[in-house]
């Protein structure tokens, strides 16, 4: 019975491909601005187009933009939002950064703005996005007395 090589290539390139983010796409955490630090269960999600679109550097130009119209920014554009919980107030943003990536602008203006973000995907069919709830009106809510 001879051996042939291939029967050796084969389990080589398995296991070289498990070590790949083919198998198991995550978000890759890094800091386009080393000083934004993100935790890494922000906005995850195992669904890697929206991770790369996520964690993708970009320049950010937000200059005085009421907080409710930020989600209209060219630099946020490319997935949808829903607002179920809008914040009481309506602050002017004005962000201006050469580097930095969506996830770290999103966790910034969720962290600035008492703000809580989850990504949604909805029924087949119709499109993914993600959910922004004011913690600030739910805590405010709690303190009137209201459910």
């Not at 187009?49 to 907080?67: C, E, G, K, M, Y």
């Not at 409710?68 to 060219?74: D, M, R």
């Amino acid at each position: 019975m001879k051996f042939h090589p291939a029967r050796l290539l084969v389990p080589l390139l398995l296991l070289s491909c498990s070590s790949c983010a083919l198998f198991d796409p995550r978000p890759t955490n890094q800091a386009a601005d080393k000083l934004a630090v993100v935790p890494p269960e922000f906005l995850l999600t195992r669904y890697a187009p929206l991770n790369r679109w996520l964690d993708t550097a970009v320049r950010v130009q937000i200059f005085d933009v009421p907080l409710s119209q930020v989600i209209q920014e060219p630099c946020l554009q490319g997935v949808n939002y829903r607002i179920v919980q809008p914040p009481m107030d309506d602050p002017i943003i004005f962000i201006d950064k050469l580097a930095l990536t969506r996830r770290q602008l999103l966790w910034s203006l969720a962290q600035d703005h008492q703000l809580h973000m989850t990504p949604v995907f909805a029924e087949p069919n119709r499109p993914a996005y993600i959910e922004i709830r004011s913690r600030a009106a739910r805590n405010d809510a709690k303190a009137r007395g209201d459910r």
